[in-house]
């Protein structure tokens, strides 16, 4: 009676593994890859767009290199609310959307200043985003930048709106955020939220004629649960490599506006030493960075050319750092460590409702300039041992 029983069952086992009931096959779905979500202020509607790939063409391809171009759709459709205006597309798509990939979300500029703060709430909630998501911002037509594909006719999940942040980056490029990350910094009351803002670039490369292509070029900045301004490139980029690891700057040394030199900047160590007693954050920046010479147009000294390194970071840095101040944005995070070890100066800030940083706050930038790498141009040794 027990063999029959075993037999049963592993009959009964192996029917289960041989069916997928429910299951569709790769190409009889709409993949959702990117979400545009737009506001008009004037009518109160919000506008989304969604932009598709169906995988019909691309399941066989062995490589990643499509045999022909892969067309990229993109839908959209108004509504009081997102949900709204979502529902209303689902009527309108065959093979049925699927959301379960979606890679990025694009927000426009419109809406991060009137809609951003209930927005990001309701995407915090939802279930069917992964925290992955990469999130952006354009002031360009979401469907424009939805319709530009990559290079060479790679489909639109080749640009830079879907890339990751680890190896698909490359020096001198501000790095992707996700969803995840943003709403961690988001909600934190000190401190800084960034995300890329993406933009439409027509002029760099050509085929029979112009060829669009997508980077990114700053950031839209948030501190407090407030959205605050745009960061612009060079500045996003700057804060990007004094912040985080793995950035790497190509920077031209000059002197009353001749170029002397281009010299390689690795990932800087940037430690924040606070002045104890103090009622608000007093801080000295102490940066350690190691570089090496691209290209010497110039003759200079190594010691000339480390001042002149050193004496450029310093000012772009305290440039950086005022210009935030002027906005009540905290660009470098130093506020972080020092209120979270000084609960008390917390409250007390809280209650007040001022900014935490002021002209005085930032006492002194110490850079410290290491060539290690000369590139076979040669310096000789003169003086008191200096190059």
């Not at 594909?149 to 830079?160: G, M, R, S």
């Amino acid at each position: 009676m027990k063999k029959i029983q075993r037999l049963i069952f592993l009959f009964l086992c192996c029917m289960l593994l041989s069916s997928c009931s429910g299951m569709k096959n790769i190409q009889d779905l709409t993949y959702i890859v990117t979400i545009g979500m737009d506001y008009d202020d004037e009518t109160e509607e919000f506008t989304v767009y969604l932009q598709a790939l169906n995988f019909a063409n691309v399941a066989k391809q062995e490589s990643g290199k499509p045999a022909g171009p892969i067309p990229t759709f993109v839908s959209s459709a108004k509504g009081e609310t997102l949900n709204i205006a979502i529902s209303k597309l689902y009527k309108k798509s065959e093979p049925p959307i699927f959301f379960g990939h979606v890679k990025t979300i694009i927000f426009s500029q419109r809406l991060v200043e009137h809609k951003f703060k209930d927005v990001i709430e309701e995407l915090g909630r939802s279930r069917t985003l992964r925290e992955t998501t990469r999130i952006v911002t354009t002031e360009e037509d979401i469907k424009k930048v939805l319709s530009i594909k990559a290079l060479f006719d790679y489909p639109a999940i080749y640009t830079v709106i879907s890339k990751k942040s680890g190896t698909e980056t490359t020096q001198d490029e501000i790095r992707p955020t996700t969803l995840m990350n943003f709403l961690r910094d988001y909600y934190e009351p000190i401190g800084v939220a960034k995300i890329p803002t993406v933009k439409i670039d027509e002029d760099s490369w050509k085929t029979n004629e112009n060829y669009p292509i997508l980077y990114f070029n700053g950031y839209s900045i948030f501190q407090n649960r407030a959205y605050k301004n745009v960061l612009p490139f060079d500045e996003a980029l700057y804060v990007n490599w004094v912040s985080e690891k793995r950035v790497a700057l190509d920077v031209k040394v000059q002197e009353n506006d001749k170029l002397l030199a281009v010299v390689g900047l690795e990932s800087p160590k940037m430690k924040v030493k606070y002045e104890k007693g103090a009622a608000t954050p007093k801080f000295t920046l102490e940066i350690t960075i190691r570089s090496e010479i691209l290209e010497k147009i110039e003759d200079i000294s190594l010691k000339q050319l480390e001042n002149l390194i050193k004496k450029d970071i310093s000012s772009k840095i305290e440039g950086i750092y005022k210009k935030g101040l002027e906005n009540k944005i905290d660009l470098f995070n130093v506020g972080e460590k020092w209120f979270k070890f000084r609960p008390k100066e917390y409250a007390k800030l809280k209650r007040s409702n001022k900014f935490y940083l002021n002209e005085e706050s930032l006492q002194d930038i110490k850079v410290q300039v290491e060539v290690i790498n000369f590139n076979s141009y040669k310096y000789e040794r003169e003086g008191k041992g200096d190059f």
